[in-house]
């Protein structure tokens, strides 16, 4: 397996990119992130017209997975799938919509709050931004980069964008299993193994 | 190449009609349905199929149902089976509690431990899950990262889940018609199901392959050309068309539109018999993938497609019916369909 190109972005909405050691921000709000990334030449076009229609978490992960396709340098397949990887699921999600659905009396619920409690929702919108066509799903394993490298290898072959989203940040791996390359280290999180390649680069 | 045969060893269903596989196709057959109102939340008038025999208890209904799904397994799960766990929101029930937990993850924690087995996976794909756990089981398989895969799948009825649906308008105002030309919408259900999947058989069946993609259309409608359900649908057929396909068929207007689109593209010149288990059990999110290869093993077993649920006049271009129908043979394609455009096509034959 290939590992074509990584991004991740930090609390403070700063991004950083592993192979072009690109580095951006840190912005005011993540609108500003999109309009001044859109704009960076190489970008992949991605349709961010539905930027708003998700939270936070959706907009964290179009923007990261956008610029981890940007680090693979427009490598990026139609065919690509979209995982996400452990994290912290939609725990924050569920709440939000259950305490909104209590405050308002248990009479009327929110769809739109609704639809951001499955742990995918995320990685749907990064794969209907990016127009990837491959499978879409959300694993939890061990934490383990070798599990995490086990996943991927028994995946049908060819590319996928492999996320893991934190309150703390979101990384975004483009990762190509038809290739031979390097194994994963085996870190607990997507985050670190990003540092320990950061570190050999 | 040929790929290493992944066999179907045991099958487990628990729903409300029955905590067997044999009990629920006949069910399905008798075209029972299950629906009633709920007892552990107000479900505000609506229909649900509903499992009473999980009402009561302090422990979560989740719990009460995997519980369930373990005394009902008619096989021993060997050493050194890994476990695929497939569910959209676990246990939810605990969260409504005021429980601040992250419910697929606690429902993943509970498998391991009533199963006994440590080092799960959880697979969640929407709607699709199920089917996905399947399929990651079985290419897990393949690898030869394990000899034996337990599939389990499972969701309960919650307000939470009720709601949230019927802020979408996605429920039916009576119960779901799947594959109808008046169909409204879906009815919710729960159920659990599991599978022992391995690479040394005999088995009753196999699980011969699966497809898995995205239409990168829209967050909830699915794309209604079915364009790339069929291209998944193609991907699991590899060029043997199959004697009959069980659906996802929710009984929503957009899900059945798109299937029977794609079933179109696909068996325009042969079709194909289809047939949905939500007229009968309703949909059960996370366990309805692993229900359909279940359940869909002993009617292929049988040679027999249940009569549609539901069904008065059959939307144009859908191959659904009535009556039974007898199957020429045991090749089954089984489709699950979710929110951001997910779609999975498996095949299984009976053996």
């Not at chain 2, 596989?21 to 075209?31: G, H, I, P, Y």
């Not at chain 2, 043997?240 to 593209?265: F, L, Q, S």
């Not at chain 2, 009968?280 to 249940?306: C, D, F, M, S, Y």
Request: charged content about 20%; aromatic content about 6%; hydrophobic content about 40%.
């Amino acid at each position: 397996m290939k590992i074509r190109g990584m991004a991740r972005l930090a609390e403070n909405n700063e991004f950083f990119t592993l192979f072009r050691r690109g580095r951006f921000g840190p912005f005011a709000d993540l609108n500003t992130a999109r309009h001044i990334l859109s704009a960076v030449p190489g970008m992949p076009e991605g349709d961010l017209n539905d930027f708003g229609r998700g939270g936070v978490t959706v907009r964290r992960v179009m923007l990261t997975a956008l610029l981890a396709a940007w680090d693979a340098n427009g490598t990026l397949s139609r065919e690509a799938g979209v995982l996400g990887w452990n994290g912290d699921g939609c725990t924050a999600e569920n709440l939000a919509f259950w305490q909104d659905y209590v405050s308002c009396g248990r009479e009327a619920a929110r769809g739109g709050l609704f639809v951001a409690t499955l742990p995918t929702i995320p990685y749907c919108e990064a794969a209907i931004a990016l127009k990837c066509l491959g499978p879409v799903a959300y694993y939890r394993t061990a934490p383990s980069g070798t599990e995490l490298q086990t996943l991927l290898d028994a995946s049908p072959r060819g590319q996928y964008l492999c996320g893991e989203v934190t309150v703390s940040g979101v990384c975004m791996m483009l990762a190509d299993t038809a290739l031979d390359g390097t194994p994963l280290p085996d870190r607990p999180t997507l985050r670190e193994i990003f540092a320990a390649w950061e570190e050999q680069l | 190449m040929t790929e290493k045969p992944v066999y179907i060893l045991g099958a487990a269903a628990v729903t409300p009609f029955g905590s067997t596989v044999r009990e629920n196709c006949d069910a399905l057959l008798a075209v029972r349905t299950c629906f009633s109102a709920p007892r552990h939340f107000d479900g505000a008038g609506r229909l649900l199929g509903v499992d009473h025999d999980l009402d009561g208890g302090r422990n979560s209904r989740a719990e009460r149902l995997l519980c369930k799904l373990e005394s009902a397994l008619p096989f021993s799960i060997p050493p050194g089976t890994r476990l695929f766990v497939a569910t959209t929101i676990g246990v939810i029930d605990l969260l409504e509690q005021g429980g601040e937990l992250d419910t697929a993850g606690e429902f993943l924690r509970l498998a391991e431990r009533i199963f006994g087995i440590s080092g799960g996976t959880l697979v969640s794909a929407a709607c699709a899950s199920g089917q996905t756990a399947a399929a990651a089981a079985m290419r897990a398989l393949r690898r030869g990262t394990c000899r034996y895969a337990l599939v389990i799948g499972g969701d309960i009825t919650s307000e939470f889940v009720t709601r949230g649906f019927a802020a979408l308008g996605a429920l039916s105002r009576s119960v779901s018609r799947p594959y109808d030309a008046d169909r409204d919408g879906l009815t919710l259900g729960e159920a659990a199901a599991a599978l022992l999947l391995g690479t040394v058989g005999p088995g009753a069946g196999q699980l011969t392959n699966a497809c898995e993609n995205g239409d990168a259309s829209h967050i909830t409608s699915p794309d209604l050309s079915g364009r790339q359900l069929a291209a998944a649908c193609r991907g699991a057929l590899q060029g043997v068309p199959p004697d009959a396909v069980i659906g996802h068929g929710t009984g929503t207007v957009y899900n059945d539109r798109a299937e029977i689109a794609a079933m179109r593209e696909l068996f325009s010149a042969s079709p194909v018999p289809l047939f949905s288990l939500k007229g009968n059990l309703g949909h059960t999110l996370g366990a309805t993938g692993v229900l359909q290869i279940a359940l869909g093993l002993e009617l292929a077993k049988r040679r027999i497609l249940p009569p549609q649920a539901g069904l008065r006049t059959p939307e144009a271009g859908a191959n659904a019916a009535k009556e039974a129908r007898r199957l020429t043979g045991g090749r089954l394609l089984s489709l699950n369909v979710g929110f951001g455009g997910l779609n999975s096509a498996a095949v299984l034959e009976a053996l």
